[in-house]
């Protein structure tokens, strides 16, 4: 019922900036939880950020003071601005989202992944 779509990624010099956008999209009645996880190869998923609907934020230790997050929740869109790259930074980057979803005669929390985007610090 929710579809993410990220977009952004790329390959930067390691001090440099890269934002990500994540779009939401299909059938739901609000979005509550937003969040950036990443992936490296042999890794698990790791939380970058989260923001809530209210806009309160949270932040990997890793990041803090380097990314920022941020929701524009008419435009159900999510995004990372992210500064002072490093190499370790390099990883795929993942939406997620905490929908909640019409399931008649109720409703429910879905959660939802994106495809992923790539981003690369060079040294």
């Known amino acids: 019922q929710v579809q993410l779509v990220e977009s952004g990624g790329g390959l930067v010099q390691a001090g440099g900036s890269l934002s990500l956008s994540c779009a939401a999209s299909?059938?739901?009645?609000?979005?509550?939880?937003m969040a950036w996880y990443r992936q490296t190869a042999g890794k698990q998923r790791e939380l970058v950020a989260s923001i809530n609907s209210g806009g309160s934020t949270n932040y990997a230790d890793s990041v803090k003071g380097r990314f920022t997050i941020s929701r524009d929740n008419v435009k159900n869109a999510m995004y990372l601005q992210m500064s002072s790259l490093k190499p370790e930074d390099t990883a795929v980057y993942y939406c997620?989202?905490?929908?909640?979803?019409?399931?008649?005669?109720?409703?429910?929390?879905?959660?939802?992944w994106g495809q992923g985007t790539q981003v690369t610090v060079s040294s």
């Open positions: 997620y989202c905490a929908a909640e979803i019409r399931i008649l005669p109720t409703s429910l929390i879905a959660y939802y």
């Open positions: 299909g059938s739901f009645l609000s979005i509550n939880v």
